[in-house]
């Protein structure tokens, strides 16, 4: 069973820095890709980052390329959101989510969190 929650979400001026968590309810990610999303008021859900826990994949949509920096610990069962030279517009609420499939394969996300709220005041 798989029950994401993520932490670490708040109020953070333009230009600081947030690092956002993931956890599985304290048990293992396994092989599971792991990624985050974001949702700004009336906008669609958004892709931020992605991450295999072989390490050797890693992506990030391009608004976030150069300040966002996606990592896992090495016991598999957190996933970090780095997020750096924070602006305005990366104000939303943030998902974290597991895939099942191999990393090649991934075109939809299996499991979501609930979300946590980035606000970043300028």
């Known amino acids: 069973q798989v029950r994401l929650v993520e932490s670490g979400g708040g109020l953070v001026q333009a230009g600081g820095s947030l690092r956002l968590a993931c956890t599985n309810a304290?048990?293992?990610?396994?092989?599971?890709?792991m990624g985050w999303f974001r949702q700004a008021p009336g906008k669609e859900r958004e892709f931020v980052a992605a991450?295999?826990?072989?390490?050797?994949?890693?992506d990030y949509a391009d608004s976030v390329k150069g300040r966002f920096t996606i990592s896992g610990n090495n016991g598999r069962n957190t996933v970090f959101l780095q997020m750096s030279s924070l602006k305005a517009e990366d104000t939303a609420v943030y998902y974290c989510?597991?895939?099942?499939?191999?990393?090649?394969?991934?075109?939809?996300?299996?499991?979501w969190g609930q979300g946590i709220q980035v606000i970043v005041s300028s």
């Open positions: 989510a597991a895939s099942k499939s191999p990393w090649s394969q991934v075109v939809a996300y299996d499991y």
């Open positions: 304290g048990r293992t990610f396994g092989n599971y890709v």
């Open positions: 991450i295999s826990w072989s390490a050797t994949n890693t």
